[in-house]
């Protein structure tokens, strides 16, 4: 349903480097970058190459909580997100698990990001 996310962060080279760490799991990777002032405008991926989540930096100091919900291709990916958010020290929101309130076999787990942020790594199973 949706084509592409761009998020505003106030660190782009901080910001891009927490997500590449974090979400490697399930294959994100960045793939395209262009200078924009004195920062940068980036496109990350997943396997299929194509850059549907960009990063840039904020045009303002206003901040508002954004969830996204990024695709694990199976369980241990989700746990894999966990650890790595872990290991880099990020808050984790909620540890993995089962959510049949979303629906059977939803499995996340979810994160604050740099910015605060609620970023989430979920496989649907069945």
């Given at each position: 349903?949706?084509?592409?996310?761009?998020?505003?962060?106030?660190?782009?080279?901080?910001?891009?480097?927490?997500?590449?760490?974090?979400?490697?799991?399930?294959?994100?990777?960045?793939?395209?970058?262009f200078p924009l002032g004195d920062s940068f405008v980036v496109g990350l991926s997943g396997a299929?190459?194509?850059?549907?989540?960009?990063?840039?930096?904020?045009?303002?100091?206003?901040?508002?909580?954004?969830?996204?919900?990024?695709?694990?291709?199976?369980?241990?990916?989700?746990?894999?997100?966990?650890?790595?958010?872990?290991?880099?020290?990020?808050?984790?929101?909620?540890?993995?698990?089962?959510?049949?309130?979303?629906?059977?076999?939803?499995?996340?787990?979810?994160?604050?990001?740099?910015?605060?942020?609620?970023?989430?790594?979920?496989?649907?199973?069945?």
């Amino acid at each position: 349903m949706l084509d592409h996310v761009g998020v505003q962060v106030a660190d782009v080279e901080a910001s891009l480097a927490f997500y590449l760490r974090t979400f490697a799991a399930i294959g994100m990777r960045e793939v395209m970058r262009f200078p924009l002032g004195d920062s940068f405008v980036v496109g990350l991926s997943g396997a299929d190459g194509i850059p549907d989540f960009w990063l840039a930096p904020t045009t303002g100091s206003e901040t508002r909580e954004l969830h996204l919900a990024f695709g694990a291709p199976d369980r241990p990916a989700v746990d894999a997100v966990h650890d790595a958010a872990v290991t880099s020290g990020a808050e984790v929101l909620h540890a993995p698990r089962e959510w049949p309130e979303y629906h059977p076999g939803y499995y996340g787990v979810f994160l604050r990001d740099l910015d605060g942020h609620n970023v989430e790594a979920v496989h649907h199973g069945s």
